[in-house]
């Protein structure tokens, strides 16, 4: 079981921004930036083009919502969204608020876990835009 399962089961607590029967959207407690969302489908897979099209496609319209709330709760030119998958294997998603492709980049230095009062607050202010 990944740790991405264990957070869908419910057993690793998360900051929850939207979920449906097919998908999870939570903050990344270890964010790139502030409003770093992922979004994990809740069957296990590794790779994200391992899911048949159908859910692919559902997972690209479950984050259409959740962009727009990052590019309304966060100043950025828009929601940009990668896909790495390295270091859990479970397929994933990363949506962020971006002004330059650096922005994306994930080999930057000094990638520090949030605190509980700051995701929080990252957590309230985009559900406000959901």
Not at 62 to 89: D, N, Q, Y
Not at 106 to 124: H, T
């Amino acid at each position: 079981m990944t740790l991405f399962s264990k957070i869908i089961a419910g057993e690793i607590p998360c900051y929850k921004i939207a979920e449906s029967d097919l998908f999870l959207a939570f903050l990344d407690v270890f964010p790139l930036r502030e409003g770093h969302v992922l979004v994990v489908p809740k069957v296990e897979v590794d790779k994200l083009f391992e899911l048949s099209d159908e859910y692919l496609s559902a997972m690209l319209v479950f984050t259409k919502p959740i962009a727009h709330a990052i590019e309304k709760a966060f100043p950025c030119k828009r929601c940009g969204i990668s896909v790495i998958g390295l270091e859990v294997p479970h397929a994933h998603m990363h949506l962020l608020p971006i002004n330059t492709s650096n922005d994306l980049n994930f080999a930057q230095p000094g990638k520090q876990k949030a605190g509980d009062e700051q995701l929080r607050s990252v957590q309230e202010r985009l559900l406000a835009h959901l």
